[in-house]
């Protein structure tokens, strides 16, 4: 995921048994899930006074932006927008209704998120007491290549030694090997989360705990809120309603004004539409178009509940494979956020409710929150002065929990690219583009969990598993099963390590092994995998438990409040 993590400089020991591989390794590899600065949430700094030059040069400057809606892509962009374009002269406000209120899901992220609240200043252990928050180091899949089956997508690359220039071929050299046992063995991240233990990486490169990175799993409305406080403290202006009309321009199309039903007007230059699935602006009042994409994610529908805690403690969110779809299990402080998300077609909405509750370890705490959608995005994220973020310019379903990391995504082309009075179309086309970059790739992500199985136990694998999936996945998965190559790409959230944790993890496995590893003695490779295996599974048991670190954080902002 993101930049490249340099690969190191010297030589290293470690790896006494495949020496030949250091002067065969690749050049550059795309390293861990972390590292992850790029273009996710730029800071605009350098362009912020260029921007405001080009700005108030403009016949029709920008001043007001309004922002619809207050869930977690409302605030979280309202909290973007008034850190970076502090001191600018820019109207920020928002509206949202109670009365409607938000999606109320969305709890699990990726180690993006992390940055996000970086940049806005955020410091970790506040966040995680205010928003109860645990700390994420992968998605354990139950079920998923076929009934029985465990593995994780851990955060981080395989093998003992992440500074190790043959992260890349780590996969092969445990195909050459004869995959003496699950691939997961190798995996730090892994071997710490099924111990229920949790470590913050090492900033270190040449330390072996360098090589994985973390999320969070945290309660949703308290992270609005919490952005919410902050972004009211920077001059976000909020306003409580429903908006009862959208004011288009007679000629432009672009919106001019929004009227709420208590008849207050609130006009606006750019508008960020964070309705929702309903698309306040961009669908129903610009009638953008979807690009529904149920054919490859057919699940549409969801049912959510959270429930007391029954002991499980790991830092990580579960995705077990039902009959007709699957459920989630996101472990927070204070309670267990439960859903299952199936496909109508072959589930009714009872049955599915009556599977979460089977599945549910303490007592419910809430009624179960029932939800539809369609798969898919918006065919323009960026129309004529109005930008969807959040649900309101598409949804791809919550399996490796992508949805912030779109939001976060979306937020950062738009500081990147955000626009003047002059309204360059090159702005729009260029931040469509690269958000159907970003959405396609995770698509085929996510098809792949589906497709990649062995199922037929139910009329729903029997779908997944014969459909057609797209063009852009078949290429990838047969490029992986010839030759174990990982397709590359620039744009786009999961790479190599995913990849191939999921590939291995539902059995699409590689018929050969990268050549370069042809005349490396398969014993002396499997007895260096042992011994890397050994010092993994030493390294994870020496590391605290998860549930002592949260409650050290926890006890380090209460110190801090007492002072
Ligand atoms: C089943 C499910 C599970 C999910 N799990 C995850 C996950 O684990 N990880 C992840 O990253 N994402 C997940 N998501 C996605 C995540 O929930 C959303 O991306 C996130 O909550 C952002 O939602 P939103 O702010 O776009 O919309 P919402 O939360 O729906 O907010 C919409 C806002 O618009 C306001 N609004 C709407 N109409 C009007 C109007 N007329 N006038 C005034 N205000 C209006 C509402 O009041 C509300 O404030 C999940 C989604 C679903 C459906």
Not at 210 to 237: I, P, T
Not at 302 to 315: I, K, Q, R, Y
Not at 455 to 476: G, Q, V, Y
């Amino acid at each position: 995921m993101g930049d490249a993590i340099p690969p190191h400089p010297g030589t290293r020991t470690g790896v006494s048994a495949v020496p030949s591989l250091k002067n065969r390794a690749l050049e550059r590899f795309p390293g861990t899930t972390d590292g992850i600065d790029r273009a996710i949430f730029l800071p605009l700094d350098g362009k912020k006074a260029l921007w405001g030059e080009r700005n108030s040069m403009s016949d029709k400057c920008i001043t007001k932006v309004l922002i619809v809606g207050g869930g977690t892509a409302g605030w979280m962009t309202a909290a973007a927008l008034s850190e970076t374009l502090k001191g600018l002269a820019l109207d920020i406000r928002l509206v949202e209704s109670e009365a409607i209120g938000t999606v109320g899901v969305g709890e699990s992220t990726i180690p993006h998120i992390r940055h996000f609240n970086t940049r806005l200043g955020i410091n970790e252990a506040d966040f995680l007491s205010r928003t109860q928050a645990t700390f994420k180091l992968g998605i354990e899949f139950r079920d998923w290549g076929r009934l029985g089956d465990s593995y994780i997508h851990p955060f981080g690359a395989y093998g003992a030694d992440p500074a190790a220039h043959e992260v890349e071929l780590f996969h092969h050299l445990w195909t050459r090997a004869g995959a003496p046992e699950s691939l997961e063995a190798w995996s730090l991240p892994v071997a710490m989360a099924r111990r229920e233990r949790f470590t913050h990486p090492s900033t270190d490169p040449a330390s072996p705990l360098s090589g994985f990175s973390y999320a969070y799993q945290f309660d949703a409305s308290l992270y609005a809120a919490y952005l919410r406080r902050y972004s009211e403290a920077r001059g976000v202006v909020r306003t409580e309603g429903r908006i009862a009309d959208v004011a288009l321009h007679g000629e432009t199309g672009f919106v001019t004004h929004v009227t709420l039903e208590s008849g207050e007007r609130i006009d606006a230059d750019l508008v960020i539409d964070c309705s929702g699935f309903r698309g306040l602006v961009i669908e129903q009042a610009m009638k953008t178009g979807y690009h529904d994409w149920t054919r490859w994610l057919p699940c549409d529908r969801a049912v959510a509940l959270p429930c007391e805690h029954g002991g499980l403690f790991p830092p990580a969110t579960r995705a077990t494979a039902l009959k007709a779809g699957w459920a989630w299990r996101i472990p927070l402080q204070h309670r267990v956020g439960n859903g299952h998300v199936y496909c109508s077609a072959f589930l009714d909405d009872d049955a599915a409710e009556t599977a979460l509750m089977d599945q549910l370890e303490g007592a419910a705490l809430a009624p179960p929150n029932r939800l539809r959608f369609l798969t898919g995005k918006r065919k323009l994220q960026w129309n004529r002065n109005c930008v969807a973020i959040g649900l309101s310019s598409g949804f791809l379903e919550p399996l490796e929990s992508t949805s912030i990391h779109l939001i976060q995504a979306a937020i950062g082309y738009l500081l990147d690219l955000f626009p003047t009075g002059d309204w360059d179309p090159a702005d729009a086309a260029e931040f469509n583009q690269t958000m159907d970059m970003e959405y396609e790739r995770i698509r085929d992500f996510l098809v792949l969990h589906y497709h990649a199985t062995t199922r037929d136990d139910s009329e729903f694998w029997n779908h997944c598993r014969t459909m057609t999936i797209p063009d852009s996945l078949a290429w990838k998965m047969e490029l992986f099963r010839e030759r174990g190559v990982v397709a590359a790409y620039e744009h786009g959230v999961f790479l190599h390590p995913s990849w191939v944790a999921v590939y291995v993890g539902q059995h699409v496995t590689p018929r050969r092994w990268d050549p370069r590893l042809d005349d490396l003695d398969p014993a002396a490779v499997r007895a260096d995998l042992e011994g890397q295996r050994r010092r993994i599974a030493g390294l994870a048991e020496r590391q605290p438990r998860h549930a002592d670190v949260l409650g050290a954080a926890r006890a380090a902002v209460m110190a801090e409040a007492r002072a």
